[in-house]
């Protein structure tokens, strides 16, 4: 039976969480213009899973017709090869990069499963996320300003500003211990920066939106109301961003941005360092 | 000057975050033993930008002789030819691959800037994202126990087994909606489901953890404690375990997984729809 060609099957096959695989992929097929069915498999690292997986894509081929894509990640050669064997397109997401790696420095790799993400060996910096996780859990939205000596970074914004996902992701993701404040709205005829804040000066960053956009993020949770009010979001807007530029606060505009974007724009303007954790 | 070979700079550059560059940057260089120096330059969309780049990849070249890694991820091809010809092993994470796909597919590709993150068309899923991390962070540790029909899984688990961060990475990642309930020390003689449970009965799931490892953890929170004691730790694993046991819930173990590990494995097990976002 043939399908719609704008339609394909894809399949992210890796001996780890098969998360790069999908991240990979996701950017490459963001450059085509078919849809894809995804499908992904995680751990595979015997024959046995990876026979699962050949039935999978072969059953995939008979039903449509058409070969799907497979995106994959195996250290393995006879569990790679198993794979690979099925009727599809395949992409290695790392092995041609090893391979030229090797060549360009001299030097052989040592292949090992994909547990780039386990805690293992690595144990003292999988305390330092998780504890990242925590400070800024216990830091989210003002709940208490103790402990700032600790904070890498305290991010000031009006409510739906996109402090707290920001804040979240910046320390699963990096690792970073991380206090978000509100600048509430009752406040702002007499806005000034609270004096905790003083000594960590160097330490804020602002978040600001298109007055527009937080209208439309606040409708969306209480619709019809003053807070969401196209006057108040510009008032609150107008009054944050002249506090920012008062104080000499560095700060960065949210509106059409991803948590990734933010926290990509706010280390490249804090000189944060940058530590991935994956 | 020659510097220790076992050092090496590596740049990760690109037009976008550069989140995708690093990710696959950091498995490569998990399978070589050198050391790296890293550093990241996200949003390189001008020549100018380029330009920068080009000169901190020639000062690395020049200060140490010896060539850094560049990995690349770079749409307009002006930028790309000008940071590829720095003095360095280059890398193109995506390039080989699309172009391949291409070829397999026989779909010509629609290059854009990488913009795999933004919100941009894509808004709504986006929200879906943020509604999800908001509920979480509000169903974390039993803080409440209402809207449980709109939970899509719910974590049970000792104190420190990694229900928390668990959670907020299945959200932020995947976009789940995740409670997390922790069973408490107090209630263990009398260990039962809440009656609140009975009705979600297909949405539970269990952390648990080995006793040394739990042990270990809680050492590190609170040092010399009952709550730290290996005899504590291994009751309350015993008595959680049963309890798994006893009610028919899945549960899987947490001792040395981090937490994307810990949420491929659940994700594998509950044939929860796995829809990374990046």
Redesign the interface.
Known sequence: MKINSQR?DVFYVSD?????C???G???L?????IPD?K?F??VDSTERAAEVFKEIEASYQHSGI?P?V?F?IVLPEVREMVCRAPA?N?D??G???Q??QD??Q?A????L???????KDSES??D??AA??YT?AH?DGITLKGLDEADIILLGVSRSGK??TS??MA??FGLRVVNYPLIAEDLAAIRLLPEFEIHRHKLFGLTIAPERLSEIRE?RLSGSDYASAKQCQLEVDTVEALFRREAIPYITTS??????I???I??RTGLK?S?F?
């Open positions: 394909r780890g969480t098969a998360i790069t999908e991240t990979l996701h950017v490459v963001s450059q085509f213009s078919f995804e992904t995680p751990f070969k894509l995106f990640s397109h992409y997401v790392l041609n990069i090893v030229k790696v360009d420095i030097m790799p040592q292949p090992q994909q547990r780039s993400r386990s805690v293992g999988y305390f996320r998780i996780v925590e859990l989210d707290t996902p979240l992701y699963m993701q969306n059409s941005l991803s948590v990734e974007e926290t990509s724009r280390l490249e940058r991935l994956c």
